[in-house]
């Protein structure tokens, strides 16, 4: 299924590409990261601060840290002010990157059990099928956002995984 070096490669992608939406949405006025576009969560704003959501409630069942401070409902309006935002961001990105340094084998062959808020119920999927929808989750969201950003003028770059890391 996937590796340890899967998973290296897939952080370091999402970290950059994070990088490069965040750049690109500071370029915007507040307003414009604010307008509701008819997005699954509305505006940019709020689909990053759930795409931040769902990555810090992943993380807290992968590495045991703190979970986002609230629920499922409210992760479109988790964090207000935008550098805020991108500094949760960054900070969360440092650890998906940390804990990928620390993942073998055998724990992508074990099984992840959790709470699902989205399910209302107890889950347990293989470790393997847990990390991938990380790493998916992001890339359906980022899709999303980089809509928004192309619609309100601006371009984060290539987003092609082939040309975005060495």
């Not at 099984?111 to 347990?124: C, I, N, P």
């Not at 992001?138 to 980089?146: C, P, T």
């Not at 290539?158 to 060495?166: E, G, K, M």
């Amino acid at each position: 299924m996937i590796t340890p070096a899967w998973c290296r490669m897939m952080a370091a992608y999402n970290a950059e590409m994070n990088r490069r939406f965040y750049a690109a949405a500071a370029r915007l006025p507040d307003a414009a990261r604010r307008r509701e576009e008819g997005a699954f969560f509305g505006s940019l704003h709020r689909t990053l601060c759930h795409l931040l959501w769902a990555d810090m409630a992943w993380m807290a069942r992968f590495d045991g840290g703190p979970p986002p401070p609230v629920g499922l409902a409210e992760s479109p309006e988790m964090i207000a002010e935008f550098e805020a935002l991108r500094e949760a961001r960054a900070a969360t990105d440092a650890r998906i990157v940390a804990w990928v340094e620390t993942v073998e084998e055998s724990t992508l062959a074990g099984d992840l059990r959790w709470y699902s808020q989205s399910a209302g119920r107890e889950m347990e999927r293989p470790m393997a099928v847990a990390v991938t929808h990380l790493f998916l989750h992001q890339n359906h969201h980022r899709g999303q956002a980089h809509a928004l950003l192309t619609r309100a003028g601006e371009d984060p770059g290539v987003t092609d995984l082939p040309f975005v890391l060495p």
